[in-house]
Every structure is written in structure tokens, then in C-alpha cells.
């Protein structure tokens, strides 16, 4: 289910509610672990379609060179090995929805194939002159900014039209904290098997409210089954996500990666660490040079740095 309070959540989910019976395409954006899946589900459980096939491709999944037999199909004959007719995921979700997964990974070749068979709802497959109409709701998702690769020439401008009359936007986790406690608590006490149903400490919490989740929603659904399993009594408390805060060295590796991807200098970011591991380690600085894995003098040098 999708869950959400922020106010960017509720948006999302009202629109899905008001186009989920649209016919158009949908195209959903977000960064990876954002939930694009579980809206493209959303719009086909809530659209007349519901009883039909939801057809879900990876397209980054995909070698190029298959992606077409993929999504279209193809006739016996249609190239040496293909012995016999095979249906394509199109024909696989006729009546129903086609979720087709990382667009922006599709092959150049096969963009117009596919802006053809969205327009005139009709397929040809491999080999077979024969035009097949097909009743398919197409919803579309990716990573990646294609309205940059439209301009560089990677993605049909003409394609990407069409399949985002509908866009949908999921902003990262890290923009809407208004949803972590939400889907903490619900990830916490969510069946699965063999891990039991928890709480979490106001102070995990606190944690978890403020942590940039790099990895959105995938992450934090990850990181409190983590914690879950490394429990041993029903409320989760700080120390069960030490994994998340503890800082180190491949961990500030990662965050390093994170901060130049977002364009803050490294000497923020350092203060940043050491004002962390400091306060984790309540102001104990041998405690907070183990965390850092730096040595009592290194750190004292730094602490100086910082003061200057
Ligand atoms: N709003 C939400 N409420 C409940 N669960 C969510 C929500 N958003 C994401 N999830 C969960 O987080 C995980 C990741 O979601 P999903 O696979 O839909 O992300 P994605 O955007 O498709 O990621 P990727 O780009 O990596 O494929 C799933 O287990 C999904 O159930
Ligand atoms: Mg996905």
C-alpha cells in the first residue's frame, strides 16, 4: 500500500485516484527507491483494468537486442532459432497495463516501434506483416532526466511527449521527512515472517526523521527489517541502526560520493562528521576518533581546524 502525509505524498496520491481511469500514459519520476513500482501498481488497482494483467519490463534489464522480441513479439520463422510464434509482453498485457520499467534505458531502435504502437494501439511482431491491435495502458518510469536526453538526442522528443501527458513526480525521501515516521512505524511492524513486530524508540526515531536516505524509501524499509532482525526486544532503539550512523571509512566514502553529488564541499562535510561523531559519542573524544577511525591527535587537529 502507499503510504504517505507529506503533503507532496497526498498529492501524488490524489492524482492517482483522479487519472488512475484515464487511458493516457502515465510517466512516473523519482530517484531510485522513491516507489515508482508501487504507484504504477496503484493506477492499475484503482483503474477499470484492475482485473486484467498488470505486465511489468525492466528495460535496464534487458540486452538491447532483445527488447524488442520483448515488448512485441515475434512469428515463427522470424529469424533463425525462432521456431515458433511468441508473444510479445504487449500481447501478454492486452486488456490490462504495461509497465514499462527504466524508459530511459530503451534502445534508440526500438523508440519509434513503440511510439507507434502507443498512438495507433496496434503491434507488429517480428517477422509479421500483420498490424495487431492490442488494448494496453502504458505507464512508464526512470531514474534518469529525460527531458536532457531529448535534447541530446538520446530520447525521441516526439515519444517522450506522448508518454508523459500524465507526469507524475515522486520528490526523494530526504524532501518530505514528513513520511519517514510514517513508513518507519509501518516497516517496523509489518508482517514478515520469523522477524517480529516492533516500535521504535522516540530517539531512533528522531534519527531516522533526520538521515538523508540516499537510497528513499528502499533504504529505510531495509534498514528497520535490518534492525528488526538485530533486535532483541520489541522496540528498536538507536543502537539497532548504528549501521546507518556509524562513520566508517566505507561509509564516508559513500557520503563523500553524496556530498559531491550534491555539490557540498568536503571541508562542510568533514565538520559535519566530526560534529556527528562527537555528539554520538556525547562530547567523548576518544570515543568520536574510534568512530572516525582517526587517531586522538588527528582528531584533536581537526577539531582545531574546525575552531579556527
Ligand atoms: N509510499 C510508500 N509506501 C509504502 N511503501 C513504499 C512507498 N514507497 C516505496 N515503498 C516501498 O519501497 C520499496 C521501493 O519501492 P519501488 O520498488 O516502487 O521503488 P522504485 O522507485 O521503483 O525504485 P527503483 O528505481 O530502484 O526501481 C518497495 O518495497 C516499496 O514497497
Ligand atoms: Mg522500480
Known amino acids: 500500500m502507499l503510504l504517505g502525509k507529506s503533503a507532496a505524498m497526498r498529492d501524488v496520491i490524489e492524482l492517482i485516484a483522479r487519472v488512475a481511469d484515464a487511458e493516457l500514459p502515465v510517466l512516473i519520476l523519482g530517484e531510485s527507491g522513491t516507489g515508482k513500482e508501487l504507484v504504477a501498481r496503484a493506477l492499475h ?62 534502445p534508440a531502435g526500438v523508440q519509434a516501434k513503440l511510439l507507434r504502437a502507443i498512438e495507433r494501439g496496434s503491434i507488429e511482431p517480428l517477422g509479421s506483416e500483420q498490424e495487431e491491435f492490442v488494448n494496453v495502458r502504458v505507464i512508464a518510469a526512470t531514474h534518469r532526466d529525460l527531458h536532457a536526453m531529448a535534447s541530446s538526442g538520446a530520447f525521441r522528443p516526439d515519444l517522450l511527449f506522448r508518454l508523459s501527458v500524465i507526469p507524475v513526480e ?30 521504535i524508540s522516540p530517539e531512533a526515531m528522531d534519527k531516522l526523521i533526520h538521515y538523508p536516505w540516499p537510497g528513499n524509501v528502499r533504504e529505510l524499509e531495509n534498514s528497520v527489517l535490518r534492525a528488526r532482525a538485530l533486535a532483541s526486544t520489541d522496540e528498536l532503539v538507536l543502537e539497532n541502526f548504528e549501521f546507518l550512523f556509524e562513520v566508517r571509512e566505507g561509509r564516508s566514502r559513500e557520503i563523500a560520493a553524496m556530498a559531491l553529488r550534491h555539490g557540498i564541499q568536503i571541508a562542510e562535510m568533514e565538520r ?9 559519542s556525547n562530547g567523548n573524544e576518544t570515543e568520536a576518533a574510534r568512530r572516525l577511525g582517526l587517531s586522538r591527535r588527528s582528531l584533536d587537529y581537526r577539531i582545531d581546524k574546525k575552531r579556527n
Not at 521456431?83 to 530511459?104: A, N, P, Q, W
Not at 559535519?272 to 554520538?280: P, Q
Open 272 to 280: 559535519a562528521m566530526l560534529e556527528e561523531a562527537l555528539r554520538i
Open 170 to 199: 515522486l520528490p526523494p525521501l530526504r524532501a518530505r521527512s514528513g513520511d519517514i515516521e510514517l513508513l518507519a512505524s509501518h516497516f517496523a511492524k509489518v508482517e514478515i515472517e520469523k522477524l517480529r513486530a516492533c516500535t
Open 45 to 106: 488497482d484503482h483503474s477499470s483494468r484492475r482485473k486484467s494483467p498488470f505486465v511489468a519490463v525492466n528495460l535496464a534489464a534487458l540486452p538491447s537486442s532483445l527488447v524488442e522480441d520483448e515488448l512485441f513479439g515475434h512469428v515463427a520463422g522470424a529469424f533463425t532459432g525462432a521456431m515458433s510464434t511468441r508473444e510479445g509482453r504487449f500481447r501478454r498485457s492486452d486488456g490490462g497495463t504495461l509497465f514499462l520499467d527504466e524508459i530511459g534505458d530503451i
